[in-house]
C-alpha cells in the first residue's frame, strides 16, 4: 500500500488494513434455528420492537403465512455468525451437520456504519475516502480459522481442532458456495425453492435485517445439484 | 496489562486488559461490492490483485430476490458468475470478501 496502517500475522496473512473495510458485532441474541419449507433454516436475528413479519428462507423473502416479501435489496448487507448447540460446536472442536438447534447468533456490520466519534479507546483506522475501517471502540470481527468442504452431500460432516479457551461461531454463507453442478430447472419446480445455494449450509442477511439459513441435506432433492464444495469460517466471539 | 511474547504481528487488547485478538487470527474483510443487476448475463472480476495479500478473495451473494442464486465459480484468480434458473426480474448483488 502507498500509505496508511497495515498489519500482518504469523501465518503471512493480512490481519489489519486501513485500505480494507472490516467488521464490527453490531448485535447478538439467540433464537431457534427451526426448519421451514424443504428443509430450509430460518432465525429471527431483528431488534425487539422490530414487529414486521419477514423471514427468508430457500432464496426468496417470504412472511410467515408463505407469501412473498417484496421489500428493498440491500448492497453491503452485514453477517450473522451462529453458535449453535450441539452437535454443531462442541468443545475445542467445530463440527458441521445439518442438525438445527438453538443458536447464539451475531450480526456484524462495516465499521463504515459507526460514528468515530463514539469511539472509546484504542486504535482507529480511516480509508482515503474518510471512512471508518477498524475501530477498537467496537468488537471486529475476527477470524480464527476457515475450513473447506468438498464435495459435500448430506450426511457428510466436517471436523475442525481449535485452539481451546476461546468461544467461537461460525458464519456458514453463500459467498462460500462452489457450485460443481448446474442446476436443472427440470427438477424441483412447483412450490419448492430450486436455490442452489440452499443446498448448502448457508446463511446470509438482507437490509432489512431477515436473515436465512439452509442447512446440508436439501441437496438430495435436486438431480444435478447433490454435492458442492465450500468454505465455513470460523469467528471468535470471546467476550462477546 | 503485561508485555507478552509474540511472534509477529499485533495484539489487541479489551477494555480488561484481556486479548482481543493475538497474532493467529485476522479480519474479515470487503474486497468490493459489485451489483450485478438482474444477472441476466454472466460475468467475472479479477481477484488476483486482492489476494497478493495473502488472503483468499471469496464471493458472497449479499442479496438476491430470486430463488435461484447466481452459479458463481472461480478460476486462476477470476471469479465468474453465471445467470440462473429463474432470475428474470429479480435483483442481484454480490459481495467480494478476503479471507
Same mark, same amino acid.
Given at each position: 500500500?502507498?500509505?496508511?496502517?497495515?498489519?500482518?500475522?504469523?501465518?503471512?496473512?493480512?490481519?489489519?488494513?486501513?485500505?480494507?473495510?472490516?467488521?464490527?458485532?453490531?448485535? @447478538?441474541?439467540?433464537?431457534?434455528?427451526?426448519?421451514?419449507?424443504?428443509?430450509?433454516?430460518?432465525?429471527?436475528?431483528?431488534?425487539?420492537? *422490530? @414487529?414486521?413479519?419477514? =423471514?427468508?428462507?430457500?432464496?426468496?423473502?417470504?412472511?410467515?403465512?408463505?407469501?412473498?416479501?417484496?421489500?428493498?435489496?440491500?448492497?453491503?448487507?452485514?453477517?450473522?455468525?451462529?453458535?449453535?448447540?450441539?452437535? #454443531?460446536?462442541?468443545?475445542?472442536?467445530?463440527?458441521?451437520?445439518? +442438525?438445527?438447534?438453538?443458536?447464539?447468533? =451475531?450480526?456484524?456490520?462495516?465499521?463504515?456504519? #459507526?460514528?468515530?466519534? *463514539?469511539?472509546?479507546?484504542?486504535?482507529?483506522?480511516?480509508?482515503?475516502?474518510?471512512?471508518?475501517?477498524?475501530?477498537?471502540?467496537?468488537?471486529?470481527?475476527?477470524?480464527?480459522?476457515?475450513?473447506?468442504? +468438498?464435495?459435500?452431500?448430506?450426511?457428510?460432516? =466436517?471436523?475442525?481442532?481449535?485452539?481451546?479457551?476461546? @468461544?467461537?461461531?461460525?458464519?456458514?454463507?453463500?459467498?462460500?458456495?462452489?457450485?460443481? @453442478?448446474?442446476?436443472?430447472?427440470?427438477?424441483?419446480?412447483?412450490?419448492?425453492?430450486?436455490?442452489? *445455494?440452499?443446498?448448502?449450509?448457508?446463511? +446470509?442477511?438482507?437490509? +432489512?435485517?431477515?436473515?436465512?439459513?439452509?442447512?446440508?441435506? =436439501?441437496?438430495?432433492?435436486?438431480?444435478?445439484? *447433490?454435492?458442492?464444495?465450500?468454505?465455513?469460517?470460523?469467528?471468535?466471539?470471546?467476550?462477546? | 496489562?503485561?508485555?507478552?511474547?509474540?511472534?509477529?504481528? &499485533?495484539?489487541?487488547?479489551?477494555?480488561?486488559?484481556?486479548?482481543?485478538?493475538?497474532?493467529?487470527?485476522?479480519?474479515?474483510?470487503?474486497?468490493? &461490492?459489485?451489483?450485478? %443487476?438482474?444477472?441476466?448475463?454472466? %460475468?467475472?472480476?479479477?481477484?488476483?490483485?486482492?489476494?497478493?495479500?495473502?488472503?483468499?478473495?471469496?464471493?458472497?451473494?449479499?442479496?438476491?430476490?430470486?430463488?435461484?442464486?447466481?452459479?458463481?465459480?472461480?478460476?486462476?484468480?477470476? &471469479?465468474?458468475?453465471?445467470?440462473?434458473?429463474?432470475?428474470?426480474?429479480?435483483?442481484?448483488? &454480490?459481495?467480494?470478501?478476503?479471507?
Amino acid at each position: 500500500m502507498g500509505i496508511g496502517f497495515e498489519v500482518y500475522n504469523e501465518q503471512g496473512k493480512l490481519q489489519i488494513s486501513s485500505d480494507l473495510m472490516q467488521y464490527y458485532l453490531h448485535s @447478538k441474541g439467540t433464537g431457534k434455528l427451526s426448519r421451514q419449507n424443504n428443509n430450509d433454516g430460518v432465525i429471527d436475528v431483528r431488534p425487539p420492537g *422490530n @414487529k414486521r413479519p419477514t =423471514y427468508v428462507y430457500g432464496g426468496g423473502i417470504f412472511d410467515p403465512s408463505g407469501a412473498p416479501y417484496t421489500g428493498p435489496t440491500g448492497t453491503d448487507t452485514g453477517f450473522i455468525a451462529l453458535r449453535c448447540t450441539e452437535p #454443531l460446536i462442541g468443545g475445542g472442536a467445530l463440527t458441521l451437520s445439518s +442438525n438445527s438447534p438453538d443458536c447464539d447468533w =451475531y450480526r456484524f456490520e462495516p465499521f463504515s456504519d #459507526l460514528d468515530p466519534s *463514539n469511539s472509546r479507546f484504542g486504535l482507529q483506522l480511516f480509508n482515503s475516502a474518510g471512512k471508518v475501517t477498524f475501530d477498537l471502540g467496537a468488537k471486529p470481527l475476527i477470524i480464527s480459522a476457515v475450513q473447506r468442504v +468438498n464435495n459435500l452431500s448430506a450426511g457428510t460432516n =466436517y471436523t475442525l481442532g481449535l485452539p481451546g479457551g476461546r @468461544k467461537y461461531a461460525f458464519i456458514m454463507n453463500k459467498a462460500s458456495l462452489r457450485v460443481t @453442478k448446474p442446476f436443472s430447472a427440470s427438477t424441483g419446480g412447483g412450490t419448492q425453492l430450486p436455490d442452489l *445455494n440452499a443446498t448448502s449450509s448457508t446463511i +446470509n442477511i438482507t437490509s +432489512n435485517g431477515d436473515v436465512r439459513i439452509a442447512d446440508s441435506g =436439501y441437496e438430495t432433492d435436486y438431480a444435478g445439484s *447433490n454435492s458442492f464444495d465450500g468454505l465455513y469460517t470460523i469467528i471468535d466471539v470471546t467476550g462477546y | 496489562m503485561g508485555i507478552l511474547v509474540m511472534a509477529a504481528g &499485533i495484539q489487541l487488547f479489551n477494555a480488561d486488559g484481556s486479548v482481543l485478538m493475538d497474532t493467529t487470527q485476522w479480519l474479515l474483510k470487503t474486497g468490493a &461490492i459489485l451489483n450485478i %443487476g438482474t444477472v441476466d448475463t454472466p %460475468g467475472s472480476v479479477n481477484v488476483s490483485a486482492l489476494e497478493s495479500s495473502g488472503l483468499t478473495a471469496e464471493v458472497i451473494v449479499s442479496s438476491n430476490e430470486a430463488q435461484t442464486a447466481p452459479v458463481i465459480s472461480k478460476s486462476n484468480g477470476v &471469479i465468474y458468475w453465471n445467470r440462473t434458473a429463474d432470475n428474470a426480474n429479480f435483483r442481484n448483488n &454480490i459481495r467480494v470478501v478476503l479471507l
